[in-house]
């Protein structure tokens, strides 16, 4: 089975700096999904790219996807403490209904 | 709107006894997926559900544990006989479906067996 594999899985900045995040699977995928975890909570869903997208913005979180080195990236800009989290990627198992394959997370520290 | 709710947030029981997870799914979706979660791991897929049918059990052990999502309300976890190995984050996660298949994640139960 396909899985994303976070990089680094641990990061630790200052506020105000930029966070970012690296994300490899393994296999052809039609989207991929970053997620953000918040200690002892659930997962809230930051962001989907697709195959044919190279980027796409929210906010402060950009993400990029180059599907020829299967890989993706994502940038956290102007962090702040409240960023402070894991940071998930997660590709679909296979094509349309299924289930989501997880990496192990970046866990991210923002030093105020 | 609601999202993914789940309940109960935090359940003890002691080995051998039996745990049964809850989860509503977002309004107007009809897919369900449980995972479950390890200190410092990601998720792991356990189960994916429709409507009163279980489409994919691939990730959840053949004994001990089963799922169903029935016409009416919740979808329901249900683990026998617990044991120390089970103590972890259960997640539960629904989707419309679709190509795009993007999945909203509840705040989870997390099991602990004394």
């Known amino acids: 089975s396909q899985q994303g594999e976070e990089d680094p899985q641990a990061l630790s900045i200052q506020e105000g700096e930029n966070a970012t995040m690296n994300c490899s699977y393994k296999t052809s995928i039609n989207n991929l999904q970053w997620y953000r975890q918040n200690s002892g909570r659930g997962l809230v869903h930051l962001i989907l790219?697709?195959?044919?997208?190279r980027e796409k913005h929210s906010g402060r979180l950009r993400v990029t996807l180059d599907t020829s080195k299967k890989s993706s990236s994502l940038l956290i800009t102007a962090s702040r403490a409240a960023d402070t989290a894991s940071y998930f990627c997660a590709t679909p198992s296979s094509s349309g209904n299924t289930p989501l394959v997880f990496g192990k997370g970046t866990r991210l520290s923002v030093i105020a | 709107n609601a999202g993914v709710m789940q309940n109960p947030r935090h359940l003890v029981r002691r080995r051998g006894q039996e745990a049964r997870l809850r989860c509503s799914p977002m309004?107007?979706?009809?897919?369900v997926y449980w995972y479950r979660q390890l200190p410092e791991e990601g998720l792991k897929f356990m189960v994916y559900?429709?409507?009163?049918?279980?489409?994919?059990e691939s990730g959840m052990p053949k004994e001990r544990f089963s799922a169903e999502f029935p016409k009416e309300g919740p979808s329901i976890l249900r683990i026998q006989q617990v044991v120390r190995g089970d103590s972890a984050a259960y997640f539960c996660a629904s989707s419309r479906g679709g190509t795009d298949n993007e999945q909203f994640f509840g705040p989870g139960t997390r099991l602990t067996v004394l």
């Open positions: 309004k107007g979706h009809s897919h």
């Open positions: 559900l429709q409507k009163e049918n279980i489409i994919d």
């Open positions: 790219i697709r195959s044919n997208e």
